[in-house]
C-alpha cells in the first residue's frame, strides 16, 4: 500500500512537471503559491534523492532568485549530502548564506532559509563527526526557528541537537532537547506516531548509559510506529538497535539486526553512506564471532568509500578492525604496519575509542611489550571510571529523575495512589459518619437561616407598619386648633359661603388625605402642597411676611420624588416656632437645586435659629422625628443616601439668625422597600 501511494504521488507530481513544461513561458510556475510540491519533493528524497535532484532543477528552471528559488535549494543541498556528494552540498549552503545577507528579505523568509542552512550544515558536521560544530550549527538553526515562529521546523532541529549531544556524550544535554521535543509535540498535539524518534534517540541515551532495561523500553516504544517510518528513520531504529545488543555483549542478535538492516537498504541504493556504515558494524561483529573472512570482506568493501568522502572518523574505526584483523590472522607485521598508516582524526568519539584501545592492547599482548598493553587497559580504564562514572553519574542524575516519569515516578505515584485508595476503604466507615453529621449540621443551619429570614421579615412589616401609621398620623393631624381658628375667623367675619381660604382648607384637606397612602411623593406635589399651606397659614403671620420658592427649572417637578412631608413638616416648624410672634419682617425660603446627580432642598427661615422660639408654643418634635425615621428606612435600601442636616444660619439683612433644614436627594433614589438590598 505505501508503494502504491508513493507511486500515486510521483505519478500526480510528474504530471504537474509536464503541465508547467506545457505552459513555457506562457506559465511561469510559482513554488511559493503551492508548497505542496516542495513537500513532496522533500518526501520523495528519502527514496529516490537523484530523481530529486532531477526534478528539482526542473523547477529552479522556472523561478529565479526568489524565496521559493531557495528553498528548492535546500532541497538540492539535501539530496546531494544523501547522495554522498559532500562539496556539492556545501557549495549551495555558502550561496543560500549569500543570498540572505544581500537581498532584501522579509524577516520571517531570511530565518526561515537561515535555519535549513544551519540543520544542514549541522547534519553535513555529524556526517564528519565534527560534534562541537554540529552542536553549535544546530543550536543556531533553532534558534532561527524560534525567530520564524515554525515550531514544527524546530521539531526536526531538536532531534538533530539531541543526537548531536548523545555523540558528544552529553547525555544529559540530549535527554533535555528529547524530552523538550515530546512537550512540543504535546502542544501541537501531534500524534505518537510522530514522536518515535524521541523514542528510540532516548533508548541510545540509556544505551549508551548501559540502563539495557530502559533502553529496550523505549525501542519497543518505537517499533510500534517501525512502518510508518521512512527509510531514514528505519535505518537509524535497526542501527541503533542493533548496537544496543552490541554493547550488552549480545553480538548474535546484534548481527541479526545489521543483516536485517542491509537487506533494507539494498533497495535504496542511494543510501550509500548508510549501507557502507552498516558493513563497517557488520565487519566488526564478524570480527567478534570470529569469521574471518566475513569480516575482511565487509571491511574492505566500505573503506574506499569512507576514504573517497574524507571521513576520518568513519577510516579510524575501520583501521582499528583492520589492526584486530591482522592479529587475529596471526599476521603481526601487518597489524604493525596498519596501526601506522592508520588515519588520526581531531575528535574520537568515546565508544570508538575505548574499542580501539582494547585492540592496541590485544596488538601489544602480542607484540610481547605487556607495559604497553597494561597502558591501554589502564586507558579504558579511565574512561570507564572518569566518562561512565563522573560525567555520566554526575550530569545523569537530573536526567533520570527528570525523563523517568513516565516509568518509576509513575509507578511510585500509581503505588501512593493504591495504599491510599486502600486506606480510604478500611476506614470509610469514618467518612460516612462525617459525612452524615455535616449533612445534619447543615439541615439545621438551613432551618435556622430560614427561622431568620422570617422573622426579619417579620420585623419589617412591623417597621413599615409603624412608619406608615406614624406618617398618617402626622399628616392628618395638621394642627387642628389651626383648622378651628380657621373655621372660627371666617364665620365670625360671615364669610363661609364664599370664603376663598375655605375653598383652600379644603383642598389642603384633600390633598393631605391623597398623600397619605405612600412613603414619597412628587415634588410638584408636595410644592403644591405647601403653598397651599402657606395661602392659609401666611395670614396669621400678617402683612411682614414673606414667601420665596427658588426653583432649579432643569428639574423635572413631576417625575423628581421626595419622601411625602419632607417640606412641609419643616415649614409647618418655622411658621409655628420661629415666625410667629417675631417682630419686624418675617421671611421663609423654600430653595430647590439640582447638583450634579443629586437634587438639594432647603427650607430657611429668618426666626432667630434652631432652639430659639418666638412664639412661646413648644412641639412635640414628631413631625421631624418621622421625618429623621422615614429617610433612615429608606436609606437602608439604597446605596446613595439621603442626607438631611438642620443647621443654624447667619441672616446678613436682618443681622440676626434663621434655621435651615437641607436635604440631598440623588437622583436615582428608591422608594421601594425591598428585602433583598
Known sequence: MQKFLRFVSYMGLIFCLIGCHAGGKKRQYDVSKDNEIIRMLEDSLNYHPSETDDQVDFFLGKVRDSLSYYRLLIVKAKAKMISAEIDSSVAILQRIESFCSSASLSEHGRFLLLSN????????????????????????????????????KSLDVMLNLADSYVRSGRYDLSSYWYRRFLIVADSLKLPDEKRFPAYYGLAQVNMDLQNFEQCDYYF????????????????????????????????????????????????????????????????????????????????????????????????????????????????????????????????????????????????????????KAYHYLLENHRIDDSTRNERVKMRTAEVILKYRQDSTLMKKEVLIRQKENEVLRLHQWIYVAIGAVLLVGLLVAGRLFVLKRRHERSAWRMRTAIMSLRLENIRNRISPHFIFNVLNREVTLNRLNQSDDMMELIKLMRRNLELTEGLSVSLADELDFVQTYINLEGKTLGDDFIYCTDVDPDIDLQQFKIPSMSLQIPVENAIKHALSGKEGRKCLWVIVKRRGRAVELSVRDNGGGYGHHTSGIRGTGTG????????????????DPIVMTINNVDMEEDNGMGCEVHYTVPLNYSYKLNLEK
Open 117 to 152: 542552512v544551519h540543520n544542514m550544515r549541522g547534519n553535513l558536521y555529524a556526517r564528519r563527526v565534527v560534534m562541537d560544530s554540529a552542536c553549535m550549527e544546530f543550536t543556531r538553526s533553532y534558534d532561527y526557528c524560534i525567530k520564524a515562529g515554525d515550531p514544527e
Open 220 to 371: 519497543n516504544q518505537a517499533n510500534r510506529f517501525f512502518d510508518k517510518m521512512d527509510p531514514s528513520e528505519k535505518q537509524i531504529y535497526l542501527n541503533n538497535r542493533g548496537n544496543s545488543y552490541y554493547y550488552r555483549g549480545d553480538y548474535n542478535t546484534a548481527l541479526r539486526y545489521f543483516k536485517e538492516l542491509m537487506a533494507f537498504l539494498k533497495e535504496y541504493p542511494e543510501m550509500e553512506f548508510e549501507q557502507n556504515l552498516a558493513m563497517v558494524n557488520l565487519g566488526e561483529l564478524y570480527l567478534l564471532t570470529d569469521k574471518m573472512d566475513s569480516a575482511a570482506y565487509y571491511l574492505d568493501r566500505c573503506h574506499d568509500f569512507f576514504l573517497r568522502i574524507k571521513n576520518n572518523s568513519a577510516l579510524y574505526y575501520i583501521d582499528t578492525q583492520l589492526i584486530e584483523l591482522a592479529l587475529k590472522q596471526g599476521n603481526l607485521p601487518l597489524a604493525e604496519k596498519r596501526m601506522e598508516e592508520a588515519v588520526k582524526p581531531d575528535y574520537v568519539e568515546p565508544n570508538m575509542l575505548r574499542i580501539r584501545n582494547r585492540y592496541l592492547q590485544h596488538y601489544f599482548e602480542e607484540k610481547g611489550d605487556y607495559k
Open 624 to 639: 421631624m422625628k418621622v421625618v429623621t425615621q422615614t429617610i433612615q428606612l429608606l436609606n437602608t435600601y439604597n446605596i
